[in-house]
């Protein structure tokens, strides 16, 4: 009877145990099933970490590689090294948006390219500002003071002419001129006789005087792109600003240093005419101008290939594109002395006519 019953429970055990097997055989089967699937999942996440790093490294080092080329001095250089190997055999092409080429003492249109679309101007401006600070014969050698009215709160520029800052109105003029200082031209125009609103309005009177039919000014600095004109204007303009001799001097200047009351040293300015300082060309009237609205501007009288002419480059884009375009220019005539200039650059087998 006892051993019958050992065999019972013997047997009981048994069917536990051959029970218990598959339910632990399955656990175990997850349990490796779980610790394959996480290590996929570290392998898949380290793999798309390390795609992600060298994505970024690589995104990194194109931009590292971006910004070396970029400051290149020989990517810098690349626009004027285009520039210099134009020797004025092949058509004169400009990249300036306006542009107008006039010889002087003929009349006679060298290149045209959009001359009577009215634009803004920006510091062209201050050859009308000095005109008419010259026209009305004020004392050049009184000093003229800088003062609030002459802060520019329309773009924000800066200016070392501090509150405060007397100069002799010449000073004031030559800075305006060469410099292109917009305090000074501001402080030419607020000690005119009756103030900054009759300035202005002398500007545009001038204007009228000139035949400048498409020109208008409503500040004396070119600040604002409400002064606008045409390039055909332009050359009228050039051509009377040319008869002063003050600004015949005064944009031709490769620089200037004036004393500011206040101050124990000197103040030097520079010419932001390229040209003029690097003294290669005969240059007997200057202006540059910048805004956003009027893009870099450049006008010159400028003897070339031994003509006196006018040139007016509008709305150009990039700092180098005007000085391009204006080498350029004296390439192509100087190549072409010996036959006639055309506007398409076409030599037609004649003499230029010489100016006595």
Same mark, same amino acid.
């Given at each position: 009877?006892?051993?019958?019953?050992?065999?019972?429970?013997?047997?009981?055990?048994? @069917?536990?145990?051959?029970? =218990?097997?598959?339910?632990?055989?399955?656990?175990?089967?997850?349990?490796?099933?779980?610790?394959?699937?996480?290590?996929? /999942?570290?392998? +898949?996440?380290?793999?798309?970490?390390?795609?992600?790093?060298?994505?970024?490294?690589?995104?990194?080092?194109?931009?590292?590689?971006?910004?070396?080329?970029?400051?290149?001095?020989?990517?810098?250089?690349?626009?004027?090294?285009?520039?210099?190997?134009?020797?004025?055999?092949?058509?004169?092409?400009? @990249?300036?948006?306006?542009?107008?080429?006039?010889?002087? @003492?003929?009349?006679?249109?060298?290149?045209?390219?959009?001359?009577?679309?009215?634009?803004?101007?920006?510091?062209?401006?201050?050859?009308?500002?000095?005109?008419?600070?010259?026209?009305?014969?004020?004392?050049?050698?009184?000093?003229?003071? +800088?003062?609030?009215?002459? &802060?520019?709160?329309?773009?924000?520029?800066?200016?070392?002419?501090?509150?405060?800052?007397?100069?002799?109105?010449?000073?004031?003029?030559?800075?305006?001129?060469? =410099?292109?200082?917009?305090?000074?031209?501001?402080?030419?125009?607020?000690?005119?006789?009756?103030?900054?609103?009759?300035?202005?309005?002398?500007?545009?009177?001038?204007?009228? *005087?000139?035949?400048?039919?498409?020109?208008?000014?409503?500040?004396?600095?070119?600040?604002?792109?409400?002064?606008?004109?045409?390039?055909?204007?332009?050359? %009228?303009? &050039?051509?009377?600003?040319?008869?002063?001799?003050? &600004?015949?001097? @005064?944009?031709?200047?490769?620089?200037?240093?004036?004393?500011?009351?206040?101050?124990?040293?000197?103040?030097?300015?520079?010419?932001?005419?390229?040209?003029?300082?690097?003294?290669?060309?005969?240059?007997?009237?200057? /202006?540059?101008?910048?805004?956003?609205?009027?893009?870099?501007?450049?006008?010159?009288?400028?003897?070339?290939?031994?003509?006196?002419?006018?040139?007016?480059?509008?709305?150009?884009?990039? %700092?180098?594109?005007? &000085?391009?375009?204006?080498?350029?220019?004296? %390439?192509?005539? *100087?190549?072409?002395?010996?036959?006639?200039?055309?506007?398409?650059?076409?030599?037609?087998?004649?003499?230029?006519? %010489?100016?006595?």
């Amino acid at each position: 009877m006892v051993n019958l019953i050992f065999k019972k429970i013997v047997l009981f055990y048994m @069917a536990l145990a051959l029970a =218990a097997s598959p339910i632990e055989l399955l656990a175990a089967h997850k349990k490796s099933h779980k610790r394959v699937s996480t290590s996929q /999942k570290k392998t +898949v996440s380290k793999y798309r970490s390390a795609s992600r790093y060298k994505a970024k490294s690589t995104r990194l080092r194109a931009k590292k590689v971006n910004v070396r080329l970029r400051s290149s001095p020989h990517l810098k250089n690349a626009f004027h090294l285009q520039q210099d190997s134009y020797d004025g055999s092949g058509v004169l092409q400009l @990249a300036s948006g306006k542009a107008l080429v006039i010889n002087q @003492a003929t009349g006679e249109t060298i290149y045209a390219k959009n001359t009577n679309i009215t634009a803004p101007i920006a510091s062209i401006t201050k050859l009308m500002t000095a005109m008419v600070m010259l026209d009305a014969k004020q004392p050049l050698d009184e000093v003229v003071y +800088v003062n609030e009215e002459d &802060i520019d709160y329309l773009k924000g520029t800066s200016s070392r002419l501090s509150i405060g800052a007397g100069l002799t109105r010449n000073d004031m003029l030559q800075l305006a001129l060469m =410099a292109s200082e917009n305090r000074a031209a501001s402080a030419l125009a607020h000690s005119y006789p009756g103030g900054r609103y009759k300035f202005v309005k002398a500007m545009n009177a001038k204007a009228v *005087e000139l035949g400048l039919i498409n020109t208008h000014f409503v500040d004396p600095t070119g600040l604002d792109s409400e002064n606008v004109s045409t390039a055909e204007d332009l050359v %009228k303009m &050039i051509h009377a600003a040319y008869q002063y001799p003050e &600004i015949r001097l @005064a944009t031709t200047s490769p620089s200037h240093e004036v004393y500011v009351e206040g101050r124990n040293y000197p103040i030097n300015f520079n010419n932001t005419n390229g040209l003029v300082r690097g003294g290669e060309w005969q240059i007997g009237l200057s /202006k540059t101008g910048f805004i956003n609205e009027a893009g870099r501007c450049l006008v010159m009288q400028a003897t070339i290939a031994g003509e006196p002419m006018i040139v007016v480059l509008l709305d150009s884009n990039g %700092k180098s594109t005007r &000085i391009g375009d204006a080498n350029r220019i004296r %390439k192509w005539m *100087e190549y072409n002395s010996v036959n006639k200039p055309t506007t398409t650059g076409d030599a037609e087998s004649m003499a230029v006519d %010489k100016v006595s």
